[in-house]
């Protein structure tokens, strides 16, 4: 048994399942060891920022991490904008990155580069395997990094020679222990009780989010003391639908934001940071809070949110909120394609079970609050502002949820940059409806041009479009090995999801806007 044989064997009996590659020569001894050994599945992604974005999206909704494997310095880098997704959305990943045998590196070869430093602007814990001997070791020390609460980005640096160099024992390396959240602090825990009332705002983000039980409990806190309540931050997965209760999101556009939480007087966050501008603008605050707002930390990233609102609830004696029901959305019928009509299209066309990926950007902006009233469903969005995570992410939910249908609200611009990521979701057969809105252009870049105080010119806007050529979305995706039909009526539209969700392998919609 060579160095990544141990390694990959002592990943699978420690419990990971999947490995997502674009490896490289300096891999191949891994390529020939998930070969050799049958231990993992194996999905290949045409780009890094695919497997990267795809380990995430499987993470989120398997609840425990991929492997990924990447060659060298450059391959990581490519990686890198959706490593930064995941790294804000606290997901648990464990990178494998090849790098040249140890004799080679001083000859500074075309693809030698500094592998750990590059590592380091995405990853939270960082390692460079020294023997074959200690590999397996150092493999379960990445896992327990990445697996502890919160989730963490690991990455793991093996020299090639290492992964081929023969091991003397057979057995796996025991799973090291992940680190487990810190405790609630009851003055904490004190203080956010008696600031709730009419004034308070609970900005809730990362597990809270995820647990229909804790919002139902928040929700019960909120109706008892009149406590407004946000989902804040990036918004790694919610559950949502008939029978749990909704959070509103903290608005995206800053003036939006800014009137969403004028007033309040004190804002208690739960896995939350104090909401922040994505950018600076010129006479605009970053800091969303009023600035007389007091904020109390009753939970941490590194705490348990659902616990802190469970004692929360004990302490101020509110029980969960029944099961919230309502009439499902109306599906349109033939009209134009405007923002009302594509939101109530799309909300109405999500089957139960769902997984939603949003990365809708300025389209269908309707369609996440009109779906709060329809099936249950999973709601997964870009968390860390690098556009290019929509296709890989439901890419990667797709593989850790076979049986569940998965519908990615997809902006045209943003698709681009990793559209060969629906090649994957041929290759692996995979049920996946992606819904490009073809606006032709960067709308949301052009909003921002003027948000700056720009008085932009022909020249300036001409740079946001993409209507020169028109880009034909349905035969890319068949050059990718993906049926697609384009659709202009926003009945069509509805129709069409519905049909293709309730069909196996993957399918593009191009709806023109």
């Known amino acids: 048994m060579n160095g990544a044989e141990s390694l990959l064997r002592s990943l699978h009996s420690a419990g990971v399942e999947v490995?997502?590659?674009?490896?490289?020569?300096?891999?191949?001894?891994?390529?020939?060891?998930?070969?050799?050994?049958?231990?993992?599945?194996?999905v290949l992604g045409l780009f890094e920022g695919v497997v990267s974005g795809a380990a995430d999206g499987y993470a989120r909704m398997a609840g425990k991490p991929a492997a990924t494997l990447l060659h060298l310095a450059p391959g990581l880098a490519n990686a890198g904008a959706n490593l930064h997704n995941a790294r804000k959305a606290r997901t648990p990943m464990l990178n494998i990155v090849g790098d040249h045998a140890r004799r080679h590196l001083r000859y500074d070869a075309p693809l030698t580069a500094d592998v750990p430093g590059t590592a380091a602007a995405f990853s939270d814990w960082v390692r460079t395997v020294q023997s074959s001997e200690t590999i397996a070791g150092d493999a379960m020390d990445a896992l327990a990094a990445a697996w502890g609460h919160p989730g963490q980005i690991s990455t793991l640096i093996v020299?090639?020679?290492i992964g081929w160099e023969p091991v003397a024992g057979v057995e796996p390396a025991e799973r090291a222990k992940a680190r487990a959240p810190r405790g609630i602090d009851d003055d904490m825990l004190r203080r956010a009780a008696s600031s709730l009332g009419p004034d308070a705002v609970i900005l809730c983000g990362g597990n809270v989010l995820e647990s229909p039980d804790a919002m139902a409990r928040l929700a019960g806190i909120a109706a008892k003391t009149d406590t407004r309540l946000f989902a804040s931050g990036p918004l790694r997965r919610m559950e949502r639908g008939n029978g749990r209760h909704d959070l509103p999101r903290v608005p995206y556009p800053v003036d939006d934001a800014l009137a969403a939480l004028?007033?309040?007087?004190?804002?208690?966050?739960?896995?939350?940071?104090?909401?922040?501008?994505?950018?600076?603008?010129?006479?605009?605050?970053?800091?969303?809070?009023?600035?007389?707002?007091?904020?109390?930390?009753?939970?941490?990233?590194?705490?348990?949110?659902?616990?802190?609102?469970?004692?929360?609830?004990?302490?101020?004696?509110?029980?969960?909120?029944?099961?919230?029901?309502?009439?499902?959305?109306?599906?349109?019928?033939?009209?134009?394609?405007?923002?009302?009509?594509?939101?109530?299209?799309?909300?109405?066309?999500?089957?139960?079970?769902?997984?939603?990926?949003?990365?809708?950007?300025?389209?269908?902006?309707?369609?996440?609050p009109l779906s709060a009233e329809g099936p249950p469903i999973s709601w997964l969005a870009i968390t860390g502002g690098a556009i290019g995570i929509g296709v890989?992410?439901?890419?990667?939910?797709?593989?850790?949820?076979p049986d569940r249908p998965v519908v990615a609200l997809q902006a045209d611009g943003s698709s681009l940059y990793t559209i060969q990521a629906l090649w994957s979701q041929a290759r692996e057969g995979l049920n996946v409806t992606t819904v490009i809105f073809a606006n032709r252009g960067y709308q949301i870049l052009k909003q921002e041009l003027f948000k700056v105080g720009q008085n932009p010119g022909p020249g300036a806007l001409d740079m946001l479009e993409l209507d020169r050529p028109v880009m034909d979305f349905v035969s890319i995706a068949k050059g990718f090995g993906v049926p697609g039909k384009q659709v202009s009526c926003p009945a069509e539209l509805y129709h069409t999801i519905r049909t293709a969700a309730a069909e196996p392998g993957p399918f593009l919609i191009e709806a023109v806007l």
Do not use: W
């Open 392 to 401: 890989p992410l439901a890419t990667g939910a797709g593989v850790a949820c």
């Open 19 to 42: 490995c997502f590659a674009n490896p490289g020569t300096s891999e191949m001894q891994f390529v020939d060891a998930l070969d050799r050994t049958g231990l993992m599945r194996c």
């Open 262 to 368: 004028s007033g309040f007087r004190r804002a208690i966050l739960i896995e939350a940071l104090p909401p922040v501008a994505f950018f600076a603008y010129p006479d605009r605050p970053s800091l969303l809070l009023p600035e007389d707002c007091e904020t109390v930390p009753l939970a941490d990233f590194d705490q348990d949110g659902p616990a802190a609102i469970e004692a929360l609830a004990d302490l101020v004696g509110t029980k969960p909120a029944p099961p919230r029901n309502s009439d499902p959305c109306e599906p349109p019928q033939a009209g134009p394609m405007d923002d009302a009509h594509v939101s109530a299209a799309i909300a109405a066309a999500l089957p139960e079970d769902a997984i939603v990926v949003d990365e809708r950007l300025t389209s269908a902006t309707r369609a996440m």
């Open 159 to 161: 020299p090639a020679d």
